[in-house]
């Protein structure tokens, strides 16, 4: 009663069914402590090995519990660390809002309402050229033609759109794009691929290809952050430091409007009917790909599922990262007016794969008109191409036979593809005349501001008088916090990465005491005309930054602009400060299209095996801790399992404690438990897996990973199971000798698990598993037919090198008839027979090691290599079956 409190105030904050389990497990540890004093082992076991028994129980109880309490304690680190991270994000959009008021008091309009500080602008931009593409299936109808001799290109740096009808092909279009579909049985496949005009195979530009497939494909288990941030991690370039990372998951969550359910689990509404809705399921599948800032975006009908509001939203971010030098291409279906004046280009597909238009979209409607097609009063330029490519065309608005349609526009744009193509204008960029006015509004702005608030302009101002201009610009009054942030990135801003956490030197001139931080108004206006994302270099002289033409370089394209507390604590500093002469380069970057080089291409270096099994085994430890209530009732399973065979080998069958077929019969069960068990481990998320392996993930690392935490998984039910048999059934050997030939069981059966979810259906999974155990185990494991079966020969090795049965319970038999050998006077004639026919069977097999207690040291082997060989199999059937979904 006295340690009643001190356990209920260690276990607050652990789930119920946790709780449940260490309770379980402490009444154990009682029982079986209590089990020397109370007559509960046989008296013939020797008291010291009745006392290894239970510290070896006492051992393994503390350690499951010690696990179970590491990854609560994980998980609630994760869970601080990324609350933590939410609310730095609320203070930077707090901070950025504040900003966008004073831009707004500017007269300036058009502003952005977030902006991007880990994604930049491309260094090195791609354009995507495709010529005479051929596409075609068998099917029992014959050879059907999918894609008819197409040829154009996408542009770099514009969002441009495949629409046709259902059946054109444009699914399949952006397969051969992506080198998703090849030459194979079925489909025959021709192309020729340029990036930026030079011929080039598209596997060299997996790593900065991006893919979004039409169905959501995300990891349930984790939250929208976590999703995000793992596959920045998995597929930014190595060496990237974690602010960066951090910041582009911010931004991805930003643009995305994905902020307010962070840290909200995906999880599956059909099957749970907990998680995200639709909408926001399909905006994370985006944001994985926008976590890898990619140069070449592809995306399968990213809107539907979406309203027409998310969708235009959707789109809009999607210009913004086009902007920022991406090649985006998405598949789209009837967009709304708004949405469609958006899209740089368009790409229109007619039945059987033909193209009809390739080019800027403002030039497709003229394009047509000039064909002699006329667009009906009040329609949507969009649903009147769709029209068009269907041959659904009124006739007082075509003065093309309806016939006709559309087979005369495919020939027509054969005969003369790209006409007037180069009459397109980027309407994504303000003329420099309206940036200078900018410029202007916003020097006269805080100049007024200023004089109002402290009458003087060139002193330099602490944060309490900071805050009278803040409040002049705005006529809101700034917190604290807000005031603080705009000053430390001034701040930032104006020394880079010299500053050191805005210390100062004190005056009597011993560095590091930190002195009260100061801003000018110079400091000021050259910030927030970076902030309005205008090079500043164009309007203020620099002698450390020499002045260059044009406007490209902005505070929203450069991560050192930003200040985190936590920066200086990063263990990355060098990668980060390698980030930031990234970012810094790319502020001075002219957009176009660059030619490859050896020196100057679009290769990037993936991080590495070491990186991804970290984030491997973080994501794994994240979902075994968050579906710990299924592993509690799992587990429930297998007690009862063990408690059943237990009471019916002591009461009901009364069989000899040495009896080969009552380990057989826990084994089997226990093999069938852990391979069922274990089919979750990889079947679980593979389209994850497919859509990770595709874009570079290392397959090693992914199965080494989830293996190992599944390790912890198995480990555990095995121990439970053996621990409640060993408690009713009250076998003579001691626990340490008892359990760990079920060990080695489990360690088969879950290879057997890892490779059947591997390599085949996981339908068929659960009857597979049991026929395997049937056959492995109970069959070729059969102890009475030992004496058939270990007579030398094939059938000998076949049934050594299959059976796991046939080893686990001779170990078992033969160190049980070692350390307590039955007396012959106390046993029956039929128990003697059966005594010496195993006896005979099991030390007369042909195939053992030449060393003392053989059988045991060489079943302990075999199994070793059962379980490994099977995991071999696994890892290949990761890597090999389902290949095509995996490129």
């Not at 393994?60 to 010690?66: G, K």
């Not at 025959?188 to 893919?211: A, C, M, R």
């Not at 480990?715 to 409640?724: A, C, I, P, Q």
């Amino acid at each position: 009663s006295k340690r009643g409190p001190v356990v209920v105030s260690a276990m607050e904050g652990i789930p119920r069914l946790c709780r449940r389990l260490v309770a379980f497990s402490i009444l154990l540890l009682h029982d079986v402590t209590a089990a020397g004093t109370s007559g509960r082992l046989p008296s013939d076991v020797d008291p010291k090995d009745a006392r290894q028994t239970k510290v070896a129980i006492v051992l393994l109880l503390c350690a499951s519990v010690l696990i179970l309490i590491l990854c609560f304690l994980f998980q609630r680190y994760t869970r601080s660390r990324d609350e933590k991270a939410a609310k730095e994000l609320q203070r930077l959009q707090e901070t950025d809002q504040f900003l966008l008021e004073i831009l707004q008091n500017c007269s300036i309009q058009r502003l952005e309402q977030s902006k991007f500080r880990g994604i930049t602008r491309k260094l090195h931009t791609a354009t995507l050229e495709f010529q005479d593409i051929q596409c075609s299936v068998k099917s029992e109808a014959g050879v059907v033609t999918v894609l008819d001799d197409l040829s154009g290109f996408f542009e770099a740096g514009h969002l441009s759109a495949i629409m046709g009808p259902s059946g054109s092909g444009k699914t399949t279009f952006i397969d051969v794009l992506t080198g998703k579909k090849k030459t194979d049985g079925k489909w025959t496949v021709s192309s020729d691929l340029l990036v930026n005009g030079t011929k080039q195979s598209i596997e060299s530009l997996k790593p900065v290809i991006g893919f979004v497939p039409q169905d959501d494909v995300v990891h349930e288990g984790l939250t929208v952050r976590e999703n995000i941030s793992f596959s920045a991690r998995k597929r930014m370039p190595s060496g990237t430091s974690n602010a960066r990372i951090r910041k582009i998951t911010d931004d991805v969550m930003q643009a995305l409007q994905l902020e307010p359910k962070q840290n909200m689990i995906v999880g599956n509404r059909v099957l749970s009917g907990e998680g995200l809705s639709g909408g926001q399921r399909k905006r994370v599948n985006v944001g994985l790909e926008l976590a890898a800032c990619p140069t070449i975006l592809f995306l399968d009908e990213p809107t539907s599922g979406l309203d027409s509001t998310a969708s235009l939203v959707l789109v809009q971010q999607l210009k913004r990262m086009a902007k920022l030098g991406m090649t985006i291409i998405m598949i789209i279906h009837q967009p709304r007016y708004s949405l469609f004046t958006l899209i740089d280009d368009v790409c229109l597909l007619g039945t059987g794969g033909k193209l009809a238009y390739i080019g800027p979209t403002l030039n497709a409607k003229p394009y047509f008109e000039k064909l002699g097609l006329e667009m009906p009063p009040n329609e949507n330029p969009a649903d009147w191409m769709m029209d068009v490519l269907c041959g659904e065309v009124d006739p007082q608005y075509s003065r093309i036979p309806k016939t006709d349609l559309p087979a005369a526009l495919f020939k027509r744009w054969k005969e003369n593809p790209n006409p007037g193509r180069h009459s397109s204008q980027n309407l994504g960029r303000r003329a420099p005349s309206n940036l200078e006015a900018d410029v202007q509004y916003i020097k006269q702005h805080i100049k007024d501001a200023w004089s109002e608030a402290v009458r003087c302009e060139t002193v330099a101002l602490e944060k309490e008088h900071f805050a009278k201009v803040l409040k002049a610009c705005t006529g809101i009054t700034p917190s604290d916090q807000v005031t603080e942030t705009i000053m430390q990135r001034v701040k930032q801003i104006d020394h880079g990465r010299q500053s050191v956490d805005y210390f100062h030197f004190s005056s009597n001139g011993n560095y590091g005491e930190e002195e009260p931080m100061t801003i000018t108004q110079r400091s000021f206006t050259r910030y927030m005309i970076a902030f309005r994302g205008i090079n500043i270099n164009d309007y203020f002289s620099s002698p450390a930054s020499p002045r260059r033409n044009g406007v490209q370089g902005t505070v929203e394209e450069s991560s050192s602009a930003e200040s985190e507390e936590d920066d200086s604590q990063d263990d990355d500093a060098e990668a980060s400060s390698h980030d930031d002469e990234l970012a810094a380069q790319a502020m001075f970057t002219r957009g176009g299209t660059r030619s490859l080089t050896e020196a100057d291409d679009l290769s990037r270096k993936h991080a590495g095996f070491c990186t991804h099994v970290r984030c491997t085994l973080h994501q794994a430890m994240l979902t075994f801790w968050r579906t710990m209530d299924m592993k509690i009732l799992f587990l429930l399973v297998i007690c009862f399992a063990a408690a059943f065979l237990a009471v019916f080998d002591r009461f009901i069958f009364q069989s000899p404690t040495w009896m080969p077929t009552s380990f057989l019969n826990a084994q089997i069960a226990l093999a069938l438990l852990v391979s069922v068990y274990s089919l979750q481990c990889f079947s679980v998320d593979q389209p994850m897996y497919w859509r990770e392996a595709s874009h570079g993930l290392n397959r090693a690392s992914h199965f080494i990973g989830r293996a190992l935490v599944n390790t912890l998984d198995w480990s555990m039910l095995t121990f439970f199971f053996v621990l409640v048999y060993y408690v009713i059934a009250k076998p003579v050997l001691t626990f340490v000798i008892y359990i760990i030939p079920f060990f080695l069981v489990s360690y088969v059966a879950s290879g057997w698990g890892y490779a059947i979810s591997c390599t085949l259906p996981i339908s068929m999974g659960a009857f597979i598993s049991a026929i395997l155990a049937f056959m492995m185990g109970g069959i070729l494991g059969l102890p009475m037919q030992m004496n058939v079966f270990l007579k030398g020969g094939f059938m000998e090795i076949i049934v050594d090198s299959i059976s796991f049965t046939r080893w686990s319970a001779a170990m078992s038999f033969l160190a049980y008839i070692k350390l307590y050998p039955p007396d012959p006077q106390f046993l029956q004639d039929t128990d003697k027979w059966q005594l010496n026919m195993f006896k005979d069977a099991y030390m007369g097999a042909h195939y053992l090691l030449g060393v003392t207690d053989d059988s045991w040291w060489t079943g302990l082997m075999v199994l070793m290599i059962q379980g490994s060989v099977l995991r071999v199999v696994a890892y290949l059937g990761l890597r090999f079956v389902n290949r095509s979904r995996q490129v």
